[in-house]
Structure formats: structure tokens, C-alpha cells
């Protein structure tokens, strides 16, 4: 397995691009399956997630090509509606198929998505959507079965909470339901509005959102094939920042969208930092000192939980003590063990961890988890007295395209060390 090598107390400077939204281009994927024809995604990066998205697809008739930042998606062939589980143990975004399948092929059958290291994540609003929807859902051996025997019809669906994927279910379902659907509690997360709503709606879908947090869907026959630039993503975008922070250094992220990262300024504000913003850029001007700022994570527009443990990394180093919640995944904390491996104190009870701010953070080995806590890792590695060895990082090439080479234009020391195969 790859690890990064990190010789750490490298000033940073310059400016990265960001680079097009994981979490907004796998539903766009799977949105795809609702068309028969070529789909077309520009800003797409080249990311472990949309290899295996990309699989999935073609597992299910599609033929996908991906070269230079564009994606096509060819599904004039969905005949599969299977999909096992050796794809979908590869990523949970896998069960976006299942409402498209639905939709398109009346049937789907999606092996259950596992827990994962950050926590307990259940499909059941995402199942319940399906039902509310007209769907028969069954679980077996190990496997979701949905079948639509009268077909699928507009229903009201009220999310027990405001879940990114459940949403994109119901949508990604009901935009080719019979009649209306009224999706109450929906999320609102970037993901969804500038991404896969704009997507569907190129599609010929019908969404209308009748206020803050309700979309009324009217159904449509078909839909057809569209092409679109995806959005920028802004976890990537709020890692690079959090990189000036804890570097002290001026950094420049451009390709972005400065609205979605309110949450994050506002926080980096207190603790000192300041900015300069135009329409697609931002670049931060560090605090001397990091001044303490506790957070809690929540549905977006609040602080994400993608953000969290990056957050944390630059709190490892503020002058006093201060408190992160979690109130999205409350064993999202997987980094903090590690962190203090680099000299942070950090502890965690019940959901929260608080964070006493150390003078230095000092070179060792570390593991890294899951994605985020790779990221808040390779923060911590930045700036660690020293050389930090982080193994395990196929999970940082989940999200980040080439995550060592913007670092490293930037001025950081950081080399991925290749595995013998
Ligand atoms: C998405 C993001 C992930 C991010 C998360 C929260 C993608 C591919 N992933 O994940 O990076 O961390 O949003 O912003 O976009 N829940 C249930 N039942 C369900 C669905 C969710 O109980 O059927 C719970 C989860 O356990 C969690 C909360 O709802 O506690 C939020 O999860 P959700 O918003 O669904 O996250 P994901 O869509 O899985």
C-alpha cells in the first residue's frame, strides 16, 4: 500500500485549483441511468470514488469513458439491475443506482452497504423514500431487493432528518414517478441544489422548490441525455484553506465557490485569519497566533462534518483549549489518536472532542483511517517538526486528485512512496 512521506515546517505560498465535487459528481453519475444515451460531465478528477461509480455503471450496461476532466456516460444499454457486492463494498455512494434502476427498469437489486470507519450509516430513509414511492423493498441475505409491480407514483415523503443521500434518492426516484412529490426536509447541501438538481433539470426533469426546504417534483415520461460542468468541491477547497491556517502561510484557492464556504470563514475568522475573495477565489491570510474556536458539526448551511477533522488538526496548535461536536457521525474521531501520535492533546467522551492546543506537533508514523482523517493528517504532517510517515492513503485517493503534487506546488516537502506490487 502507497504512503506519504512529509518533511514538515515547509512555509506554503502560491496558488491551487480546485478540482470538480465528489460528493456532488456520484449522484450525477447515477442520474445518468434515467437517460438512454450520452451524458456528458466536464471538471470530473480523476478519483479512486468515480472509478468505482464509473464500474458500477458499466457492471449495469453503460459504457463510461473519462479522459482530461470529461466523463461520458453511454446508458443506450442498461439491461443489468443487479448491483453485487463486490462493487458496492467498495463505496456506499453504490446505492444512487438503486432509485434510477427502479425508476428506469421497474426492479433493482443493490447489495447493503456495510458500516464503515466513520460510523454506523444506514439506508433507511433512503429505503423508505423508495416504498413511500410505490417500491416493494425486501432485505435478504445481505442484499436490498425493491421492485415497482404497479409501477412508481408521486408521494409526500417527509425525511426523518436532512440526509445528503436520502435526498438524492427520493429525487434521483420520484423526477420520473407518476404525478407530483412533495420531498419535505430535504438537504441542502450544494451537492444537491448546484449539482443534481441542475443536472436532472437539463434532463428535462421537473423540480420546484417551494420553499427553504421542501421540493415539489412533477414527474416526467423520460428523460434525456445533458451535459454539464460540475461544481467545485468545496471539501477540497476547505482543506486547502485550513492548509494556510496551520501553515501559517498566504494561500490562493481558485475554481471555487466562495458561498459554500461561509461556515468555515466565519470559524477561521475567530480564530484570527482573514481574506481576500472575488467570484472564484479565495486566499487566506493566516493568524500569527491560531486563537481556540470551538465547532459543531450539522446539515448544511453549519459546519461540515467533512471538514471536521481537518479542523481539528489545525486546533492541535491554538493557544488554549477548545471543543469540536460531532453531531452528524458522533464516532467521526478516528483522527484524533493518531493526531496526538504527532504530539496533539486530544480527548474525546460522548461525541465531543476537546482539543488543548499544543507549542509543536513532532514527525512520527501514523494510519490513516477513512478520508477526512487522511486529509487532517497530511495538515498535521505539514507542519510537524520532523518526517511523518502516513500509510494506508488509498483512502485519500478516494476524494483528492493528486493531493502530493497541489502540495507540493504550493512548497510543501511531500512524496508518495509507492508500494512494491
Ligand atoms: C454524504 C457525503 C459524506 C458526508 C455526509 C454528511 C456523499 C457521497 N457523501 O454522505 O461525505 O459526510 O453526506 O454531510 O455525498 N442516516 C440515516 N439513515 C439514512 C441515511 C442517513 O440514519 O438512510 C443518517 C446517517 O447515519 C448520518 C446522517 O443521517 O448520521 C447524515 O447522513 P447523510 O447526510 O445521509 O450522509 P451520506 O449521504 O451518507
Known amino acids: ?61 453503460a459504457k463510461v469513458t473519462h479522459e482530461a476532466g470529461t466523463m461520458t456516460i453511454d446508458t ?60 416493494r423493498i425486501m432485505i435478504e441475505h445481505g442484499n436490498i431487493y425493491g421492485y415497482c409491480p404497479d409501477g412508481l407514483k408521486g408521494a409526500v415523503i417527509d425525511m426523518p ?24 426536509n430535504v438537504a441542502l447541501e450544494p451537492e444537491i441544489d448546484d449539482s443534481l438538481i441542475d443536472f436532472l433539470t ?10 427553504d426546504n421542501e421540493l415539489q417534483i412533477i414527474g416526467v415520461k423520460e428523460l434525456y441525455p445533458a451535459e454539464m460542468t460540475m461544481v467545485s468541491d468545496r471539501i477540497e477547497a476547505g482543506t486547502f484553506l485550513l492548509a494556510g491556517a496551520i501553515t501559517k502561510s498566504n494561500i490562493t484557492i481558485t475554481n471555487c465557490e466562495p458561498k459554500h464556504q461561509k461556515s468555515l470563514l466565519e470559524k477561521l475568522e475567530k480564530t ?11 486566499t487566506i491570510f493566516p493568524a500569527e497566533t491560531i486563537k481556540p474556536i470551538d465547532i459543531t458539526t450539522a446539515p448544511y448551511p453549519a459546519f461540515p462534518t467533512d471538514l471536521q477533522a481537518q479542523y481539528m488538526a489545525c ?22 489518536a493518531e493526531l496526538n501520535r504527532l504530539g496533539a492533546n486530544i480527548t474525546v467522551k460522548d ?27 497530511i495538515l498535521a504532517g505539514l507542519v510537524a517538526e520532523g518526517t511523518t510517515k502516513i500509510s494506508r492513503i488509498y483512502h485519500i485517493d478516494r476524494g483528492y486528485e493528486k493531493i502530493e503534487d497541489k502540495l507540493g506546488s504550493l512548497g510543501a516537502d511531500i512524496q508518495r512512496i509507492v508500494a512494491k506490487r
Open 76 to 135: 443506450c444499454d442498461i439491461n443489468v439491475w443487479e448491483a453485487p457486492y463486490e462493487l458496492v463494498s467498495k463505496m456506499r455512494a453504490s446505492i444512487y443506482v438503486m432509485g434510477p434502476l427502479l425508476g428506469r427498469l421497474g426492479k433493482a437489486i443493490v447489495s447493503f452497504p456495510g458500516g464503515c470507519a466513520i460510523g454506523s450509516r444506514p439506508v433507511d430513509f433512503h429505503l423508505s423514500a423508495f416504498e413511500k414511492l410505490g417500491a
Open 161 to 184: 432528518f436532512p440526509s445528503v443521500g436520502a435526498t438524492a434518492s427520493a429525487i434521483l426516484c420520484s423526477v420520473i414517478s407518476e404525478g407530483e412529490t412533495l420531498i419535505k
Open 351 to 377: 461525541g465531543t472532542a476537546t482539543v488543548l492546543g499544543v507549542k509543536q506537533l513532532s514527525g512520527a508514523e501514523v494510519m490513516a483511517s477513512d478520508l477526512r482523517a487522511s486529509a487532517a493528517l
Open 1 to 61: 500500500m502507497d504512503s506519504f512521506l512529509i518533511n514538515g515546517g515547509k512555509k506554503l505560498s502560491g496558488s491551487v485549483a480546485i478540482s470538480g465535487s465528489k460528493n456532488a459528481i456520484l449522484p450525477v453519475m447515477a442520474a445518468a441511468l434515467l437517460c438512454s444515451g450520452k451524458c456528458v460531465l466536464h471538471n470530473v478528477p480523476h478519483l479512486l470514488d468515480f472509478k468505482n461509480m464509473a464500474n458500477l455503471l458499466v457492471h449495469l450496461g
Open 272 to 282: 484570527g485569519c482573514t481574506f481576500a475573495q472575488t467570484q472564484d477565489t479565495i
Open 315 to 336: 486546533m492541535t496548535l491554538a493557544d488554549g483549549s477548545c471543543k469540536i461536536k460531532e453531531t452528524i457521525y458522533p464516532d467521526r474521531f478516528l483522527q484524533a
Open 202 to 211: 437539463l434532463m428535462g426533469a421537473k423540480i420546484n422548490r417551494i420553499n
